[in-house]
DNA sequence: TTGTAAGCGTTATCAC
DNA sequence: GTGATAACGCTTACAA
């Protein structure tokens, strides 16, 4: 390996060809301009050798097009995201895309940094899971012709594709479930607020009271973070109230650790004095002190399907006028935190 | 908003200016080109106005710059690793820098495969956290003059720049705090085999064996892998030996999880018949069954440092000459998950 | 079957 | 104080 080669420029000199032709064997375009097979050959073989790595910025600002998708989310330290973000990870690069990964910290005024981010560096195509409670921005990036597909934190009323799983139905199933147990007087500790997930799973949980003719109490349906913090907190507060409820359901994985922990402060044991259900399987779901009942989200079909809608929206400018929403079917995993009671 | 501005020539159309004089201004050299207060004032009101998004890629291509440090981690589900990723990407932003994220699945192919597409998207630095048994094309990525900072998989043989927690001192503490509660038959169920985190871990348990004049027994010290199966897998073979350890140290989370898993179905109660140590402390440690003592590592510090170590590269290159190798202490967390025996 | 040269959007060098 | 222009490394009409 005696001279570095840079270039396209430099391999080319190596070789005593043009760039024109390396570029074509390179592209592999051989055959399309008959170019002879033992140059092909040799073309191949040094840049081999010579290790030659072609310019993708370069490439990126002739050809309109960086083989580079974004990734938005709130927090990849919650195992729900960080599953999400490998699955994406994994069917872009088989699909030959590299990923930008940013982490907005549930804060608005990251998400909007990240974005221009994205966007001055030229991203093919962005995939967000949104803070959830302002889309201005997003959907101003997708109006600016962005191939772009909402994960999770969807915004349903403005038309801009999603895949989100069915926390319609899920929170439905949960609450559904508790009140099979025998449950009437049963807590909902929210995540943020206006967040889509959010709402439609508060919506079940009222839709399966209703159903079995349970009255509505507003002040069971309490906090407003996906976060550890907030289960804690929310918990603590609810049983510290004169006629606390029988069961909790929690909105998040994290909501869910929040109110063990808690339980466990208050010498509380799940499910004998509090039931609990949660959102989101782990790993772990099935050895915490009490095994946890849940309701699993598809987390890989979600980022899988997310990358395929994309590159669909890359490849075809026409495909862009079919909006695509997508809900997946949400499923409730039977374990040891819900208590039967009389 | 009347035109659409895609450029900065655009803009400077826009403005009846010329683009030189724009680019000055929106890169904070006004002063040094003394450009008028007014003129200066309208260019920036008019990017602000007409939404300029500057393309990095021909930036990049101009500036040899790029604005971007390429991250590479065996299995981001894995919330070690994912804790080590917010970090990074937090760290990375705040310094204005994105982050191109690669899973390689522990996968020494996918590795390269990521590596030369770092490369060739011309990232100004790279932090790897590598599959762990071949750093041939790492070394290589390092001495073709690319910054770069290895993390927790180090080999500290060959002057690679790393960072990584003191995984003897964490394995030692871990099997010694054991054997202060009275064990002796001690199994030790490992990750990748010739990973660093592995040998240093499985070398702070045979010294401190060692130190209490226990004898090393090999047919106690099994397993190849971080994940849960080999916890599981290697747990159950472990128990059907005529005479079972009392206690596991399990290198990783994951495998804890597994060993875990076997014992519930074994029917083996933690830590009555069987105790058990775990490396990486996560928020769902205190909430298991048996609330899990284990040896945790400082990952914000590691993926803080790892950008400042990497961006020191980058900025001075006469810092190469440097080799900074930092190794973070760990901290024993004493649960419920071992018991005093006689 | 191969080569020449323009252009992608920036910044830096030189000129005015 | 401001502007014209070359150059970064690549792809692709257009030539030959």
Not at 182 to 192: L, V
Not at 283 to 300: E, H, R, V, W
């Amino acid at each position: 390996m005696a001279k570095v080669v840079n270039d396209i420029r430099d391999l080319a000199g190596v070789l005593g060809l043009s760039i024109t032709t390396v570029s074509r064997v390179l592209n592999g375009k051989a055959k399309k301009y008959r170019i002879r097979a033992e140059t092909q050959q040799r073309v191949m073989q040094a840049a081999k050798e010579y290790n030659y790595v072609p310019n993708k910025l370069a490439r990126g600002l002739k050809l309109s097009r960086t083989d580079t998708l974004g990734l938005i989310i709130p927090d990849i330290s919650n195992p729900f995201f960080a599953d999400i973000a490998q699955s994406i990870e994994k069917e872009a690069r088989s699909n030959g895309y590299s990923l930008i990964l940013g982490d907005s910290g549930e804060d608005q005024m990251v998400e909007k940094e990240l974005i221009r981010l994205l966007l001055s560096h030229k991203v093919d195509g962005i995939i967000i899971a949104p803070v959830g409670t302002d889309y201005k921005q997003i959907i101003q990036t997708y109006n600016s012709g962005m191939p772009l597909v909402v994960i999770d934190r969807c915004f349903p009323e403005i038309g801009l594709p999603f895949i989100t799983s069915d926390n319609y139905q899920g929170g439905y199933d949960a609450v559904n479930y508790l009140i099979s147990m025998g449950h009437r007087k049963i807590a909902c500790i929210q995540g943020i607020l206006k967040s889509r997930p959010t709402t439609e799973r508060v919506r079940g949980y009222k839709e399966a009271l209703c159903n079995s003719g349970i009255p509505l109490d507003d002040n069971l349906i309490v906090g407003d973070n996906y976060n550890t913090e907030n289960g804690y907190k929310q918990t603590r507060i609810l049983f510290s109230m004169e006629d606390p409820p029988t069961a909790i359901f929690a909105l998040s994985n994290l909501i869910g650790l929040g109110v063990i922990k808690a339980a466990e402060e208050m010498g509380l044991n799940i499910p004998e004095n509090i039931s609990l259900i949660s959102f989101d399987e782990q790993p772990y779901s099935a050895f915490l002190g009490t095994p946890m009942t849940t309701i699993d989200q598809k987390k890989n079909e979600m980022g899988q399907l997310a990358v395929d809608v994309l590159l669909k929206y890359i490849g075809n400018k026409e495909y862009r006028k079919k909006v695509i929403n997508m809900t997946l079917k949400t499923n409730l995993i039977i374990r040891d935190s819900v208590k039967r009671i009389v």
